[in-house]
């Protein structure tokens, strides 16, 4: 938003600001915030920063806690959800040094920042660009225990089928399961509050495609974004869910990007397109190649397609991510890559025919990834293969013209899958991980705790007995 202090400033005194709020990341990809007073903000703050005790953000021990918060004034908002009028930005996170500030590597803004500037040293591109999904529900009730002696959940939202015979006041128009795709009103409850929620997003410098409803019934809706640099759109990534959920509790309603919110519906991704720029010139178009793509971009597709196990580890982080990589339900449960194949991990839109458009998609991501840490990873994954000039179709990943859901259960032990469970692409991980360490850009310290972490997650969810669990083994 502003380029200068003195912009800042200037717009603070025009509007009234009061308060300026300061909004970091935990490692998990969790909002933290600082609030100080509008009149407290100067030359000073810019330069040394704000001081903050960085212990509690589940980062890996370094040599003291205390850290720093410098605000990047790019991406200043007047914020629509204060009482008392607050202008918020996004920043770096740095460790207190002797001397001087240096930034904390295991930061998730410090991996993305280092990300592109190791994209930069390779001379392959200088740039790349990606276009998000974001896939959520809305629900008008969510309630859960995870006592001892009680486990479960309970949500609703009253456009869902399960409403159909509710004698109370009902006005009839329900949404069948599976029947949400581009639904419309009155069976379309939400369509006004994706509306407001656009607008909110243009304000704040997010460029809006369009939106929709999606496939589930049950309040499952989409808002697709336009494309924008690695950091940028990781940056606005954070900001549009922080808007998406704060105005759904304005509205007395509730969103979550949770993969797999309701059995038997279509879950929540977040594809990702993307394609690599040199000199604001494409890399990635060839009209005699497959779909219009060029060798550059094969070998580029061919590393995300050879590290998509480890991948998962940053791209598909929580355990409800697995519930979502099932087969029927749109999700991709192969490793490979087809034109206008939906069943496939990589797609390529058909309709992008321009060199400046031509790209594909990475469709098994979910909103429950770090953003910083998932684009950093797909970037690096696939650098490494064009490092290697890994031909996706010489490793067999294709390309796979056909649904990968009808074929045979003998064809299907042929192609190579994604991992089943958050543990699985935690090992997967483990045993591949040198791609991502390359120039520094994820620390090991990071990939350590990050997978400690995970398991704990994973740890936690496997000891904890499911209700389903009761109806299928209580009587035995």
Known sequence: MFKTLDEALIYCRENEIKMIDFMMLDLNGRWKHLTIPAGRFNASVMENGIGFDGSNYGFAPVENSDMVFIPDLSTAFKDPFADVTALSMIGDVHIIGEHDNRRFDQNPRSVAVHAEEYLKSTGIADEMRIGPEFEFHVFDHVSYSTAPNHTGFRIDTEQAEWNTGDEKFNLGYKLPKKSGYHAAPPQDRLYDFRNRVSLMLEEAGIAVKYHHHEVSGSGQLEIEVEFGGLREMADKTMLAKHIIKNQAIAENRTATFMPKPVFGEAG??????????????????????????????????????????????????????????????????????????????????????????????????????????????????????????????????????????????????????????????????ESDKAFLTKGGVFPEKLIEIWVKNRRADALRHNLMPSAVEYEMYFDL
């Open 268 to 429: 929540n991704g977040m594809h990702v397109h993307m394609h690599l720029f040199k000199d604001n010139k494409p890399l990635f178009y060839d009209a005699d190649g497959y779909s219009g793509l060029s060798r550059t971009a094969h070998y580029f597709m061919g590393g995300i397609l050879k590290h998509a196990k480890a991948l998962c580890a940053f791209t598909n982080p929580s355990t409800n991510s697995y519930k979502r990589l099932t087969p029927g339900f749109e999700a991709p449960v192969t490793i490979g890559y087809a034109t206008s194949n939906r069943s496939s991990v990589i797609r390529i839109p058909a309709y992008a025919k321009t060199p400046e458009t031509k790209r594909f998609e990475l469709r098994n991501p979910d909103g429950t990834c770090n953003p910083y840490y998932a684009y950093s990873a797909i970037l690096m994954a696939g650098l490494d293969g064009i490092r290697q000039k890994t031909d996706p179709q010489a490793e067999g990943f294709g390309p796979y013209d056909f649904n990968l859901y009808d074929i045979s259960d003998e064809e299907k032990a042929k192609i190579k899958q994604l991992p089943r469970s958050l543990d699985e692409a935690l090992d997967a991980l």
